[in-house]
C-alpha cells in the first residue's frame, strides 16, 4: 500500500539547492577546515537521490529521492524556462523502494520495485514487478505483479486479468510513441533456471498485451530492438553452444551469425540502430582487448576498421541516443575512468563545456533542444572516485548550472582518499592493472598500513574508478586499499581473461602477493602492516593469501568465501546453490576438470591446508547464501577451531550473497574496521618485531 506523501528533506533534496556553481576561472577564498571524519552511517546508507530523469520533451523532470522513513520516493517537477518548479509525489512504499525508472512519453513513466531490507528476500529479485503512473499523479497502475507486500493490492480501476504474472521482465521502452513497452515471459529450463525470453508489448495505461513480430524466433536469451521496438539481433543458447541471430530488415528472415561455446564467442552484440547496423564488440590486437565494430551485412562478420578502442581495456560502454539526431549519437565508455564519446558534434561541444565547467570528474548529459538553437535543458550527472556524485541543470545560453540534490550528502569529498590505477609487471613479466586508493594526508609521510581487496568473480572486472562505500570507509581509517586485476579478470583484454584459466588459487594468488610486494617497494604500504579482505572469490584469495604467503599478510578477512573448491564445482546433493548446468560446464572449463585436475584442486582448498593458516581470521556469511552455501563457512570454522586458530565469527541469519540490508552493513563495517585495526594498528606480535 503506497504511504502517505513524505515533505522533501531539507539539505539532501530536490529544489532547496539552487546553487550557482563558478564558472571557469571562479576560484573560492581559501581553504575550507578539515571536515570531521564521516560515520559508519554516512558511508553505508540508502542514496538520497538514486536517479533522475528528463521526459522526452525536457518539460518534466521525475527523481527519486530519500523521503524520511528512509525509503526513496518519486517526485516530479515541471521545468519554466529549465527552473524545476513545485515538486509532486508519485509514488511512495513503507516496504520497498522505487527503481528502473523511466519515461515511456511525456505523460507516464514506469518501475520497478525492490526491497533490501529483509536481506535475502526472493520477493524483491524474482517478482520486482513492474508499474505505471502517470506525471500528473493518480493511481499506480500495476503492469506486472509483484510479491511485495505494499504491491499485492487489488486496484479497483484495473481489470486484474491485465496484470501480467511476475515471470516477465521489461526488456525496452520504444520510442514509437505507442505508449508501450516491451516485456519478455520468463521461460524456464527443466533445472528451474532461466533458459530464454518470449518478447511481447503491453500498453502502460491500459495494461492491453499483443505479441511482437519475432519472425519465427521461438524464443531467445537476449533480444536486442530497434527504437521503434523491433527485434533485430537476439542470442540463444542450448546444450552449451549460443548463438548470434541477425535480422537484416524488421519483417525479414533471421540469419544466424554464429554459434559459439559461450567462453568461445567471436564477439558480442552491443546495438542496433535505425538504419539497420549491428554494432559488436570484438577482440583485437595481441592483447585481445575488444573493440567496438560494426557487422559487414555482406559477410556476416565485424568489420575490419574498428570504431572504438580503449587502449588497455576493452571496449565497455553505453549506447547514447539523443533526441532529434538521426543514428548513433555516442558512447559512455569506462576505461581508466568514464569517457563520453559523442558523434553529434552539438553534443559534443556541449560535453567539453560541461567538463570545463566540472573539471576532474565524469560527467554525463542528457540534453533536449541541443541542436535547435531553442533554450536547452540539459540533466548532469558529475561524479568522482572521492564524490558520490551530484544532480544538476544546466540552463539557458549562456548556461547557469543549477543543484538539484546530491547522492550521498553526509559524504565530504575532501575527506575520501584518492583512487587510481597503476601497471606492474607481475613475476613472470605479466602486466597487471592495480587499483590504489590512498588515504587523505594531513602532513603525515612515509608508508601506511594496508588492506588488499581481491575482488570476487573472479571472472569480472573488479576495479573502477568511482566512489566505493567500503574502499572510502578504510581509507578513511587510514589504510591504503590495493585492489588487484589479477589475471582471470574481464574488461583487460581476451589474453588477460584467459591467462587466468585453471589458476585459481595458483597464478591468481602470485598476481595478489606481487601488487602488494610491489607497493611496498614502492614505499606506500608497511611490510609489517598488511591484511587481506575479499568477498565470494575475494573472500577465497584471503584465506589462500595466508596459506600461500604467510609472512606477507597479518591477517584475513574472507566473507561468503568458497573454501572448498571442489565442492563449488560439483555441488551436492546435501544443500542447494544457484549454479546452473550451463554455469557448471563453464566452472569445469575455468577452474579445472574434477578428476583430471585432482591435484590442482588438492593444492588450492584453503579448508584442506588450514595448518598453513597462522595468522588471524575473521569469518563472514549470509545464512541463506546459495551461491556459495554456508557449509563452507561451516566447516572452514571447525577446522581452524581444530587447528587452535579460534575466528571470529560474524553471520547474517537473513542475508544472502551479499549484504541487502542497510542495518547488515553498518554492522558488517564496523566489525571489519574493528578486526582490521587491532592487527594493522595495533602492536606487533613480539615474533614480527624488527
Given amino acids: 500500500m503506497t504511504s502517505p506523501w513524505h515533505p522533501l528533506r531539507p539539505l539532501s533534496a530536490v529544489l532547496l ?109 524474482m517478482a520486482p514487478g513492474l508499474f505505471s503512473v502517470s506525471r500528473s499523479g493518480g493511481r499506480v497502475r ?182 532529434g539526431f538521426s543514428g548513433l549519437a555516442g558512447f559512455e565508455i569506462e576505461g581508466e575512468s568514464p569517457i563520453q564519446l559523442w558523434f553529434d558534434p552539438a553534443h559534443k561541444a556541449l560535453q567539453d563545456e560541461i567538463d570545463a565547467r566540472l573539471p576532474g570528474r565524469a560527467n554525463t548529459i542528457d540534453c533536449r533542444r541541443c541542436g535547435d538553437g531553442e533554450r536547452r535543458v540539459v540533466l548532469v550527472h558529475s561524479r568522482s572516485d572521492r564524490d558520490p556524485g551530484s544532480w544538476l541543470l544546466l540552463t539557458g545560453r549562456p548556461g547557469r548550472l543549477v543543484m538539484l540534490g546530491r547522492v550521498h550528502a553526509g559524504i565530504d569529498p575532501r575527506q575520501m582518499g584518492e583512487t587510481g590505477v597503476e601497471r606492474i609487471q607481475a613475476r613472470d613479466k605479466r602486466e597487471l592493472p592495480v587499483w590504489i586508493t590512498q588515504p587523505r594526508r594531513s602532513g603525515e609521510t612515509g608508508p601506511r598500513p594496508a588492506v588488499v581487496m581481491p575482488h570476487g568473480g573472479p571472472w569480472v572486472r573488479g576495479g573502477h574508478w568511482r566512489w566505493e562505500p567500503m574502499r572510502q570507509y578504510l581509507a578513511q581509517r587510514g589504510w591504503v586499499v590495493i585492489e588487484p586485476e589479477f589475471r582471470g579478470s574481464t ?47 575475494g573472500g577465497y584469495a584471503a584465506l589462500m593469501g595466508l596459506v600461500r604467503d604467510p609472512g606477507l599478510f597479518r591477517c584475513a578477512v574472507a566473507m561468503a568465501a568458497v573454501t572448498e573448491p571442489l565442492r563449488w564445482l560439483e555441488g551436492s546433493w546435501w544443500w542447494r546453490d544457484d549454479i546452473t548446468d550451463d554455469g557448471r560446464a563453464m566452472l569445469a572449463q575455468l577452474l579445472g576438470d574434477a578428476r583430471a585436475d585432482a591435484a590442482i584442486f588438492e593444492a588450492t582448498s584453503p579448508l584442506r591446508q588450514v595448518a598453513r593458516i597462522q595468522a588471524p581470521v575473521m569469518l563472514v556469511h549470509g545464512e541463506r547464501d546459495q551461491r556459495v552455501p554456508i557449509v563452507h563457512a561451516h566447516e572452514m570454522r571447525e577446522a581452524l577451531r581444530r587447528a587452535g586458530r579460534e575466528p571470529e565469527w560474524l553471520v547474517f541469519p537473513d542475508e544472502g550473497h551479499g549484504w541487502g540490508r542497510v542495518a547488515n552493513q553498518r554492522l558488517l563495517a564496523t566489525r571489519v574496521a574493528d578486526f582490521l585495526g587491532r592487527h594493522l594498528d595495533g602492536p606487533l606480535p613480539p615474533a614480527t618485531q624488527p
Avoid at 583484454?493 to 588459487?505: C, L, M, P, S, T
Fill in 17 to 125: 539547492l539552487l546553487l550557482g556553481l563558478p564558472g571557469p576561472g571562479v576560484q573560492a577564498a581559501g581553504p575550507p577546515a578539515a571536515p570531521a571524519r564521516a560515520s559508519v552511517e554516512a558511508f553505508f546508507d540508502t542514496p538520497d537521490m538514486a536517479d533522475v530523469r528528463l521526459s522526452p520533451s525536457g518539460e518534466y523532470l521525475a527523481l527519486l529521492n530519500k523521503a524520511g522513513n528512509g525509503r526513496n520516493q518519486l517526485v516530479v517537477m515541471q521545468l519554466v524556462d529549465g527552473q524545476p518548479q513545485q515538486a509532486r509525489g508519485l509514488a511512495h512504499y513503507g516496504d520497498a523502494d522505487i527503481e528502473g525508472l523511466e519515461w515511456v512519453d511525456d505523460d507516464r513513466l514506469i518501475f520497478r520495485l525492490s526491497d533490501p531490507e529483509p536481506g535475502f528476500d526472493w520477493r524483491s529479485w
Fill in 491 to 537: 574488461g583487460y583484454g581476451d589474453a588477460h581473461f584467459r591467462a587466468g584459466w585453471k589458476q585459481v588459487g595458483r597464478a591468481l594468488q602470485d598476481d595478489i602477493a606481487d601488487a602488494t610486494r610491489w607497493a611496498i617497494q614502492r614505499g606506500l604500504v608497511d611490510p609489517k602492516r598488511v591484511c587481506l579482505m575479499g568477498a565470494s572469490h
Fill in 142 to 323: 500495476t503492469l506486472v505483479r509483484s510479491n511485495i507486500e505494499s504491491a499485492v493490492r487489488v486496484d479497483p480501476d484495473f481489470s486484474s486479468d491485465r496484470r501480467l504474472s511476475h515471470d516477465h521482465r521489461l526488456l525496452d521502452v520504444p520510442k514509437d510513441g505507442s505508449g508501450e513497452v516491451l516485456l519478455g515471459q520468463i521461460q524456464l529450463g527443466p533445472t528451474g533456471h532461466i533458459e530464454s525470453l518470449m518478447p511481447l508489448r503491453q500498453h502502460a495505461v491500459s495494461g492491453l498485451v499483443r505479441p511482437v513480430d519475432t519472425g519465427g524466433l521461438a524464443s531467445a536469451r537476449r533480444w536486442w530492438f530497434d527504437s521503434q521496438g523491433r527485434p533485430r539481433a537476439a542470442l540463444s543458447i542450448e546444450r552449451g553452444q549460443q548463438t548470434v541471430h541477425w535480422r537484416e530488415s524488421p519483417t525479414g528472415a533471421w540469419r544466424k551469425l554464429y554459434t559459439a561455446p559461450a567462453l568461445d564467442a567471436p564477439w558480442s552484440p552491443v546495438h542496433v540502430d535505425d538504419h539497420g547496423v549491428l554494432y559488436v564488440a570484438v577482440a583485437r590486437g595481441p592483447a585481445g582487448e575488444a573493440e567496438l565494430a560494426r557487422i559487414d551485412p555482406a559477410t556476416g562478420a565485424p568489420a575490419a576498421q574498428s570504431m572504438v578502442k580503449v587502449p588497455g581495456f576493452d571496449f565497455a560502454g553505453h549506447v547514447r541516443e539523443a533526441v
